[in-house]
């Protein structure tokens, strides 16, 4: 099955800074890939997501990019500000209505 | 829309004794999902529903956890008898084919 691994587990920026996370996958076959952002105490919710016919996606100061060759997918997140700080969880799933698989999460931190 | 509904949102029984969550999903969502979280293993798919059908249940770590979806607009997720180790907050989702997926606010379960 699915296996997604994320890298940092910590990071920690200076307000203003960018920040950017990584993600690799295993399946070729997985073509949705989300990136979730949970609040302390929240529910993980959608940021921004990417389909396999796309390789780069923006919206405002969040971006992700797709790299299908080397299955792995980064998100980037420009001019950070202190609401920023939160667990950040990529995942992948081969879409129709099989589950999605999480990385094990980032937290990040942005210093004002 | 409420959103995906979860009930309660904080659970503290004993050992022992049984544990019964609930979800309700969005309306017209064909697939329901249940995850765990915790600090050491992340977000972890439990068991997966389309139609009201279960089509994955091997993420459910012991005979202990068991899952129903009488009707598509209700889902439970029991576990009898709890053990401290299966204090974590559970997730339930939902989403339609090919679209987003969207998370309840979960249930802190603490099994004391």
């Known amino acids: 099955g699915e296996n997604v691994e994320q890298h940092p587990s910590t990071l920690s920026v200076q307000e203003g800074d960018s920040a950017v996370i990584k993600c690799t996958y295993s399946d070729s076959a997985s073509n949705y890939f989300p990136w979730y952002k949970q609040e302390l105490g929240k529910r993980p919710q959608l940021i921004i997501d990417?389909?396999?016919?796309?390789g780069e996606k923006k919206d405002q100061r969040i971006a992700v990019t797709l790299n299908k060759t080397a299955k792995h997918f980064s998100l980037h997140i420009t001019e950070t500000q202190p609401e920023d700080s939160a667990v950040y969880f990529c995942a992948a799933s081969n879409s129709g209505n099989t589950p999605l698989v999480f990385g094990k999460g980032t937290r990040l931190s942005v210093i004002a | 829309d409420a959103g995906v509904i979860q009930s309660p949102r904080h659970e503290v029984t004993e050992m022992g004794q049984e544990v019964t969550l609930r979800c309700k999903p969005i309306s017209g969502h064909n697939s329901l999902f249940w995850y765990r979280q915790t600090m050491m293993r992340g977000l972890e798919l439990l068991i997966y529903?389309?139609?009201?059908?279960?089509?994955?249940d091997s993420g459910m770590p012991e005979d202990r956890f068991s899952a129903k979806m009488p009707n598509a607009s209700f889902s439970t997720l029991k576990i009898q008898p709890s053990e401290p180790r299966d204090s974590a907050v559970y997730f339930c989702?939902?989403?339609?084919?090919?679209?987003?997926?969207?998370f309840g606010s979960g249930t802190q379960l603490s099994v004391l």
């Open positions: 990417i389909r396999s016919n796309v």
């Open positions: 529903f389309n139609n009201n059908v279960p089509i994955d």
């Open positions: 989702a939902s989403r339609s084919t090919n679209e987003k997926l969207f």
